[in-house]
Each structure stands twice: as structure tokens, then as C-alpha cells.
């Protein structure tokens, strides 16, 4: 029952979360994911370290595709961070090198942690922009 309450709650969050959101959420998946292969590694894990690493070449896949590359200035160099953190979360799997993993969990952290502010930033100028509108 509760199982299906959250899973309501969930798809409810995405269904009516902004874009900006909803590339946070995807972010704080992808750390999520690349945390849980590191924890796999650790424990020597195999199984799991391959479910989660694989999950997360899959996200970084999706923000690779989805990247409008002409949209900004920094685009192209993203697309290329996209490239190297996924040839790099390929190489931790295949080797389970737990600190390659780290290292792909440092900068999935940082990127996370940058559109989140970003995302932040523009709901909180969005906002002042409705309340000056409102005076």
C-alpha cells in the first residue's frame, strides 16, 4: 500500500515538475546511481555494481542526447563532459575500479550541485518577477 502511494506521489512530481526540475531530479538520480556503484565496488558487489553503473551510463546518455548544443556558449564542452564521464563510468564497470568511480561520482556531484543552483536562481528571478508584476 505504501509502495504505491509513493510511486503515485512520484509520477505525480514528474508529471507537473518544471524542465529545470526535472533535469535536477535526473542529476540527483545520476549521483544517486554512481554513489550506489561505489558502495557495489566496495562490498565487491559485482552484480549490483554492474546494475547501478549501467544505470547511470544510461542517464548520462539521455542528458548527452537531450543537450542542445547550440542553446549556450558552454554547450559543446558539456557534450564533451558527457562524452568522457561516460567512457569513464564504462571503464569503472568494466574494471570495477572503485576509484574511477570516484572520481566519475566527483564530477556528477558538482554538475548536480551546479543545476540545482541554476535551477534555484530561476524560480527565485521568476518569482520576484511575478511579485513586481503583482505591486
Given at each position: 500500500m505504501m509502495t504505491?502511494?509513493?510511486a503515485t506521489y512520484m509520477d505525480a512530481s514528474i508529471a507537473t515538475a518544471s524542465p529545470a526540475r526535472l533535469l535536477v531530479m535526473l542529476y540527483e538520480r545520476l549521483v544517486l546511481d554512481v554513489q550506489r556503484g561505489l558502495?557495489?565496488?566496495q562490498r565487491n558487489d559485482l552484480q549490483e555494481t554492474h546494475r547501478q553503473l549501467t544505470h547511470a551510463q544510461?542517464?548520462?546518455?539521455e542528458l548527452h542526447s537531450s543537450?542542445?548544443?547550440e542553446a549556450f556558449s558552454g554547450g559543446r564542452d558539456l557534450a564533451a563532459l558527457y562524452?568522457?564521464?561516460h567512457s569513464r563510468l564504462i571503464l569503472?564497470?568494466?574494471?570495477k575500479d572503485a576509484d574511477i568511480t570516484a572520481?566519475?561520482?566527483q564530477i556528477v556531484t558538482t554538475l548536480c550541485d551546479t543545476w540545482?543552483?541554476?535551477?534555484?536562481?530561476s524560480a527565485t528571478s521568476a518569482a520576484h518577477g511575478v511579485l513586481a508584476r503583482g505591486a
Open positions: 504505491n502511494a509513493r558502495d557495489a565496488q544510461d542517464i548520462v546518455m543537450l542542445k548544443v562524452g568522457y564521464l569503472a564497470n568494466m574494471r572520481e566519475c561520482l540545482r543552483q541554476a535551477a534555484l536562481e
